[in-house]
């Protein structure tokens, strides 16, 4: 039985990644926004919301966190033609999406060097590989970002025992894809993905179990892809 911190636990591939590690006996420490159903309240736009989300995680744990799923995540439009949105929209998704997942890491780094090892796994995007929408630069950049962020974990901390994993789903269907869905068209998208699908969150969540669980050492620093071959690397 894991002690599994997930962040972003309320909704989407979140709530399913808590379902199936907690079907599979393992201790979820959930977190989200406003903290309702056993959840911890962190909103990563307040200061240092991630600092006091680990403290209380551990709190929660007993004392050990084994695993660290940073999955929380917002994708919002910020047109190119406005400064002010811009860079509201820039400030925003840097520090949800990638400061506080980077802030999660510091502390589980230095948890898992003290208690001989753990797991990270960080839910970056497609678009960390391929780009986004004009309307999206900032999340792509988070997203690739997020996928750096993990390979220098990996590559740094592997001697410590420390796996670091990032995951890149593509349209999954969750409240997160169904706005951009119907906002696109989702016919035309649908085209461009050879499975003919979105992902659902279950098969996200699964990935995140394997990978926090099952995955072989070996396979630390990996990006594993979730996107029906609509980006094939
Ligand atoms: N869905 C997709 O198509 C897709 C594709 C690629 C990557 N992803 C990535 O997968 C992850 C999960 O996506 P999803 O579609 O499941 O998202 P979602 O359904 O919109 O859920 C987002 C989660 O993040 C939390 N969150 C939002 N703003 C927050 C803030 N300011 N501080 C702390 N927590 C906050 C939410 O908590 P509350 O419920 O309290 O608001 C919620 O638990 C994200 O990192 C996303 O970028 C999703």
Same mark, same amino acid.
């Given at each position: 039985?894991?002690?599994?911190?997930?962040?972003?636990?309320?909704?989407?591939?979140?709530?399913?990644?808590?379902?199936?590690?907690?079907?599979?006996?393992?201790?979820?420490?959930?977190?989200?926004?406003?903290?309702?159903?056993?959840?911890?309240?962190?909103?990563?736009?307040?200061?240092?919301?991630?600092?006091?989300?680990?403290?209380?995680?551990?709190?929660?744990? /007993? !004392? =050990? $966190?084994?695993?660290?799923?940073?999955? +929380? #995540?917002?994708?919002? *439009?910020?047109?190119?033609?406005?400064?002010?949105?811009?860079?509201?929209?820039?400030?925003?998704?840097?520090?949800?999406?990638?400061?506080?997942?980077?802030?999660?890491?510091?502390?589980?780094?230095?948890?898992?060097?003290?208690?001989? /090892? !753990? =797991? $990270?796994?960080?839910?970056?995007?497609? +678009? #960390?590989?391929?780009? *986004?929408?004009?309307?999206?630069?900032?999340?792509?950049?988070?997203?690739?970002?997020?996928?750096?962020?993990?390979?220098?974990?990996?590559?740094?901390?592997?001697?410590?025992?420390?796996?670091?994993?990032?995951?890149?789903?593509?349209?999954?269907?969750?409240?997160?894809?169904?706005?951009?869905?119907?906002?696109?068209?989702? *016919?035309?998208?649908?085209?461009?993905?050879?499975?003919?699908?979105?992902?659902?969150?279950?098969?996200?969540?699964?990935?995140?179990?394997?990978?926090?669980?099952?995955?072989?050492?070996?396979?630390?620093?990996?990006?594993?892809?979730?996107?029906?071959?609509?980006?094939?690397?």
């Amino acid at each position: 039985m894991a002690n599994i911190l997930l962040t972003g636990a309320s909704r989407g591939i979140g709530a399913a990644a808590r379902t199936a590690l907690v079907a599979a006996g393992h201790h979820v420490i959930g977190q989200s926004t406003a903290g309702s159903d056993g959840l911890i309240a962190a909103d990563f736009t307040a200061p240092r919301a991630a600092d006091a989300l680990w403290a209380a995680a551990i709190v929660a744990a /007993g !004392g =050990r $966190i084994d695993v660290l799923v940073n999955n +929380a #995540g917002v994708f919002e *439009d910020a047109a190119i033609d406005d400064a002010d949105t811009f860079a509201n929209a820039w400030g925003r998704s840097l520090t949800i999406n990638l400061q506080a997942a980077a802030d999660l890491c510091r502390h589980a780094v230095l948890h898992f060097q003290a208690n001989g /090892g !753990g =797991r $990270i796994i960080n839910i970056a995007s497609r +678009a #960390g590989h391929r780009g *986004d929408s004009p309307a999206h630069w900032h999340y792509a950049a988070a997203k690739g970002g997020m996928i750096a962020l993990t390979k220098t974990i990996a590559r740094g901390y592997a001697r410590d025992n420390i796996l670091a994993f990032a995951v890149a789903p593509g349209f999954t269907m969750t409240g997160m894809a169904a706005d951009y869905l119907s906002s696109r068209g989702g *016919d035309k998208l649908l085209a461009d993905i050879p499975l003919g699908r979105v992902a659902e969150p279950q098969e996200v969540a699964e990935t995140i179990r394997w990978l926090a669980v099952e995955a072989p050492p070996s396979l630390t620093g990996a990006t594993l892809d979730i996107n029906g071959a609509s980006y094939a690397r």
